[in-house]
Nanobody, 124 residues
Framework: VQLVESGGGLVQAGGSLRLSCAASGRSFSRSVMGWFRQAPGKEREFVAAISWGGGSTYYKDSVKGRFIISRDNAKNTVYLQMNSLRPEDTAVYFC??????????????????WGQGTQVTVSS
């Protein structure tokens, strides 16, 4: 079972990036999928999550209105569209899968599988 993130990079403040997370080894169509990030010297923090059907989405307050999480279950892929990026968004971004759809979607401990992360750097 693998989760592989892609789409990170270096972007100027105000710019956009689209992260992808491709799952393989099993279907994640019934899983809650989440995005977390970790900046140097800081703890990993919740960014966004999406229900298995895509009908419910959840966001960290500081990214609301700027980031959009979506998923394509036919492709076993989840996305994070990041707009109006700020230097404080700089971090390694991880996708994660909660196989059992636990309600504590902001808690990293409930996620069963994690990707290796992709670096996002926003310059000022």
């Amino acid at each position: 079972v693998q989760l592989v993130e892609s789409g990170g990079g270096l972007v100027q403040a105000g710019g956009s990036l689209r992260l992808s997370c491709a799952a393989s080894g099993r279907s994640f169509s019934r899983s809650v999928m989440g995005w977390f990030r970790q900046a140097p010297g800081k703890e990993r923090e919740f960014v966004a999550a999406i229900s298995w059907g895509g009908g419910s989405t959840y966001y960290k307050d500081s990214v609301k209105g700027r980031f959009i999480i979506s998923r394509d279950n036919a492709k076993n892929t989840v996305y994070l569209q990041m707009n109006s990026l700020r230097p404080e968004d700089t971090a390694v971004y991880f996708c994660a899968a909660d196989l059992y759809g636990r309600s504590r979607y902001t808690d990293s401990r409930v996620y069963d599988y994690w990707g290796q992360g992709t670096q996002v750097t926003v310059s000022s």
